[in-house]
Structures are given as structure tokens and as C-alpha cells.
């Protein structure tokens, strides 16, 4: 296995026209993305990683200019350095396509799949987030899509990113299994799964496959019973392949005194 560095950020959730109640009770602290942002990215600059991914919601519902804000930050904090994105039931994809990757006006609003090569190691992007939004499926096209990249040419391992967790305690914000994906799971083919979605950071296996989720960039909530409670931790993460097969993960929070937002019946 090659070694390589993974920096790992999710649901940033960029849109300073947004008036959400968590938005704004952010914004009256002044706890915004653009200051949580830069703080990231020049510890990642330190860090040097290999690879970056972001595993969805990059904007709340946000417009090109917004994506293309965010190209602007992490190409100049990190350039070079190979950038996959997947697509969070607050994306926009037109827009996603136009400001973060250039396709012009006339993007399409389509799922959006995308794979990479980065030291040695496959990258797919799948699109969990477009045919139910908060709960998490893939359309059969994902799923061709997956086979396709998985039997392509030889690397030394394919990584999986996606928006929704598989976990059974996120109710139904988490990716719904179905019996076509265990099987590729089980197949051996898969390396590891990173993704965000729950707004915190959770490390775990799925039918023995390493998955990372991350906290958001943005705020933070927790899963408790019955509840979940909203508030306003943010961090990333940098995961870490070893030549050995070992991994370690190191999760960074940018406000970890968190305060309290509100709570509310979950299920």
C-alpha cells in the first residue's frame, strides 16, 4: 500500500446571503466560513497533504460565485494539490460545475460522478445526496459508474466519497444499504469510504471497509436518543494511509468549547 496523506473537510455550507436560524445565530457571534476557512487551509498548507476532499455541501444552496469563492481559497492555499468533490442535498450542481470547475454558465443539473488518480490510489466521487436529498441512495447509475471505476486499470487502492454516512444511529440522515453496494463492499474492491453529512466526526467500518466522516466546517450537532442538538463546533480532518495498511486519523476543531443552539426530536 502506498503511503499517502488525505486532508478531509465537509459540509462548509458557504453562503454569507443565508438567513437560516443557524446562520444567523452564527453570524451574531461573527463565527463565519470565511474566517473558519482560511484557519483550515493554512494548516493543511503546513501539512502538506496529498489529496483533498470535500464530501459534500460546499455551499447552503449557494450560487457559482459562491463555488468559485471557494476554488479561490484552496487553490490559493493549497496549489497543486488534487481537489475531489461530492455532491450534499445543499448543493447546487449547475452551479458547482460553473464557479468550482469552470463548465461555463450552461452547466448541467445533473448527479454528479468524478474519479482521480492521486498516488496510486483511485478516487470515485458518487452522487448520494440526488435522488432523496437527506437520505442517502444510489440511483443504478452510480452504481454502474462504481463497477466501471473499480474494474479500470490497476492501483493500489480505490477510495470511495460520497455525502452520507452508513450509520445505523443516524437514522434517516444515514446512506441506505442495499444489498447491490454490500456486495461491492464485501468484494474487497474498496480501499476505504470517506463522507460528512451528520456534522460530526465518526470513524468506524462498514462490512470491514475503513469510513471516515467528518464534522462540518460550519457547525456542529449531535446525535442523542431520540434528539439532536445543533451547535457551534466546526473542525476537518487528515487521515492518513501507511505503506504498512495501518491508518490513523486526526481530527482538528476550530471552536471546541461548543455553545448550545437548540435541540429537537430527531426520529
Not at 128 to 150: H, N, Q
Not at 231 to 241: A, K, L, M, P
Request: glycine share 10%; net charge negative.
Amino acid at each position: 500500500m502506498n503511503p499517502i496523506t488525505i486532508a478531509h473537510l465537509s459540509d462548509i455550507h458557504y453562503n454569507p446571503r443565508d438567513n437560516s436560524n443557524i446562520s444567523t445565530m452564527l453570524r451574531e457571534r461573527e463565527i463565519l466560513v470565511e474566517k473558519r476557512l482560511p484557519v483550515c487551509l493554512e494548516n493543511l498548507k503546513l501539512r502538506k497533504p496529498d489529496v483533498l476532499l470535500i464530501t459534500g455541501d460546499l455551499t447552503h444552496e449557494g450560487c457559482a460565485d459562491d463555488y468559485a469563492y471557494l476554488k479561490k481559497q484552496i487553490g490559493t492555499a493549497l496549489p497543486g494539490v488534487p481537489v475531489l468533490c461530492s455532491m450534499g442535498n445543499h448543493d447546487r450542481r449547475s452551479a458547482f460545475r460553473s464557479g468550482f470547475l469552470g463548465e461555463g454558465e450552461a452547466a448541467p443539473d445533473s448527479p454528479y460522478y468524478a474519479s482521480m488518480v492521486a498516488k496510486g490510489y483511485r478516487f470515485i466521487s458518487l452522487d448520494s445526496s440526488w435522488e432523496k436529498g437527506m437520505e442517502g441512495t444510489f440511483p443504478e447509475d452510480a452504481l454502474t459508474y462504481l463497477r466501471e471505476k473499480l474494474d479500470g486499470p490497476g492501483v493500489c487502492g480505490n477510495i470511495l466519497i460520497m455525502h452520507h454516512p452508513v450509520m445505523t444511529m443516524a437514522g434517516h440522515l444515514s446512506f441506505s444499504m442495499t444489498d447491490t453496494f454490500q456486495e461491492i463492499l464485501q468484494s474487497g474492491k474498496i480501499t476505504a469510504i470517506f463522507n460528512g453529512h451528520v456534522h460530526g466526526c465518526y470513524t468506524g467500518t462498514v462490512c470491514g471497509v475503513p469510513q471516515f466522516t467528518s464534522d462540518s466546517l460550519k457547525t456542529g450537532s449531535d446525535l442523542n436518543g431520540g434528539r439532536i442538538s445543533y451547535n457551534d463546533r466546526s473542525g476537518y480532518q487528515i487521515v492518513t494511509f501507511y505503506e504498512s495498511g495501518d491508518w490513523l486519523v486526526e481530527r482538528f476543531l476550530l471552536h471546541p468549547e461548543t455553545e448550545l443552539f437548540f435541540e429537537r426530536d430527531f426520529y
